[in-house]
């Protein structure tokens, strides 16, 4: 398993564990190193980003920062149709998984 591979795989667990700062930790390393392409990929793994914030926010009772940062998740969501990775049947589970979160997590 690639370090990218176990870095998506440890958010899944800590999104499902609803350890929301830990999942955005998770992504956190591997969104930093390459933050200056301008790539759909390393946007799309900024939304899954904002998404983990966004229910670690929800968690916290700040609902209103919660949603904004939500519509960010959801101007990057999107991107899964034009990225071209090796990932992208991981990200689109990731993205099931997200949404699945917001249904039940968040009325």
């Not at 999104?15 to 190193?33: G, I, M, R, S």
């Amino acid at each position: 398993m690639s370090r990218h591979e176990k870095q998506l795989e440890l958010f899944v667990q800590n999104l499902q564990k609803q350890n929301f700062y830990d999942a955005h930790e998770d992504l956190e390393v591997l969104w930093y190193e390459r933050r200056f392409e301008e790539s759909d990929e390393v946007k799309l793994l900024k939304g899954f980003i904002n998404a983990s914030v966004c229910f670690e926010l929800h968690k916290k009772g700040k609902t209103e920062a919660s949603q904004k940062v939500w519509n960010n998740y959801l101007k990057y969501r999107d991107l899964i149709h034009s990225t071209d990775s090796i990932h992208k049947e991981k990200y689109l589970l990731i993205i099931d998984e997200i949404e699945r979160i917001k249904k039940s997590f968040i009325k």
